[in-house]
């Protein structure tokens, strides 16, 4: 195995369950270093649910995760991103009557030393031109590609090696869809290791490296998506035939 196969983030037999409800049944992924995985599957199938226990929103029952081959599961959040893996949050969750630069300090303070976080507000903003001219401005007077790019900006303070992205298009225009994918892949073009879960299968597919299909909280097919666009039950359930 070279050093760019060797897995940044591992996940092994991973137990999820609300009360009575098992959102997560037993899934084990792995995502190379400097690679884009992406994990589809309907509504409900327990894509958020992984995504929130691996950066510690949520306790695992079962299972462990590896990040850069420390166990992690059950860390809180912000040793998580101290270790190197943020998450940008499905529906992105930006602090709507605050203004873009305090949703970044808020951020940021969790995250970094004081001395350090000017400058990675900078970054973002060289980063997303956007954000920067408006980081006066309420976060929810945004636009959702914008508010969407303040998302990626928050994530990206702490400069993770590991960047979990839950459903980055939803809501947006298929041009604002197509600025994300961008962004994405300038993001991932950087050096950043990229675990997607999207909606826009054919995209997401499109831009990976490797794909797991997920259904009812199990793993029902794993591989390089050339072969699952092939795939007939791909097809059929995911890219309208
Ligand atoms: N906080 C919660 N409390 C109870 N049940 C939950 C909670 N969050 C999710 N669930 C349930 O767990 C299952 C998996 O949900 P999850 O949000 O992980 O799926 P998803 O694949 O992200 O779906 P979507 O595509 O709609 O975002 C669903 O049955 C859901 O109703
Ligand atoms: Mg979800």
Not at 29 to 55: D, M, Q
């Amino acid at each position: 195995m070279s050093t760019a196969e060797r897995p940044l983030l591992e996940v092994r037999d991973l137990v999820v369950s609300y009360g009575h409800v098992e959102a997560v049944r037993g899934v084990s992924l792995s995502v190379p270093e400097g690679r884009i995985v992406t994990l589809i599957g309907p509504n409900g199938a327990g894509k958020t649910s992984i995504l929130s226990t691996l950066c510690g929103l949520v306790a695992p029952q079962r299972g462990s995760v590896w990040l850069d081959g420390r166990e992690i599961a059950g860390w809180p959040p912000h040793r998580i991103v101290a270790a190197g893996m943020s998450l940008v949050p499905e529906g992105r969750a930006v602090l709507g009557r605050m203004t873009v630069e305090e949703n970044l300090i808020l951020a940021g303070e969790l995250k970094q030393p004081a001395a350090a976080l000017r400058p990675a507000i900078e970054r973002q903003y060289a980063q997303f031109p956007v954000l920067g001219e408006r980081r006066d401005h309420p976060a929810g007077s945004l636009s959702g590609g914008q508010q969407q790019m303040l998302a990626f900006a928050r994530a990206l303070l702490a400069r993770p090696r590991v960047l979990l992205l839950d459903e980055p298009s939803m809501g947006l225009s298929p041009i604002l869809v197509k600025q994300v994918f961008e962004t994405i892949a300038a993001i991932h073009r950087a050096g950043t290791t990229i675990l997607l879960v999207e909606q826009n299968v054919r995209l997401a597919l499109s831009i990976a490296d490797d794909a797991y299909v997920l259904e009812r909280g199990q793993v029902v097919l794993h591989g390089p998506p050339g072969a699952l666009t092939v795939d007939e039950r791909v097809k059929a359930a995911y890219l309208g035939g």
